[in-house]
């Protein structure tokens, strides 16, 4: 990545950054309006530059580190919890479990 430019230009470069390169149109036009989803909704920080979106590769790893460092923490913690709260009973159907005869 070291001949690459910081800044990526348009919500297509946007979101080959962020869910790699598109196979074909289809994937790439679904690709944008993911990209153009996380950027309304304010996860990924970016600015324009006339009517183009620009955002810095940096400013886009950043939240995306921050929310790493935090799930890592939490998890654990939160899947200890369910495992306790989520072990099949008589009757439960969870899991796509055939119900037992009692």
Known sequence: MAGQPEVRRGAGEIAAFL?????????????????????????????????????????????????????????VRWAARRSLLSYPRAGWVGWHLPPTSA
């Open 19 to 75: 869910f790699g390169k598109p196979r074909g149109e289809r994937e790439a036009a679904n690709t944008r309006q993911r990209a153009y989803k996380a950027i309304s909704g304010g996860s990924i920080p970016t600015f324009r530059l006339g009517g183009m979106i620009h955002a810095r590769k940096s400013a886009i790893l950043r939240p995306i580190e921050e929310q790493e460092r935090r799930g890592e923490r939490g998890r």
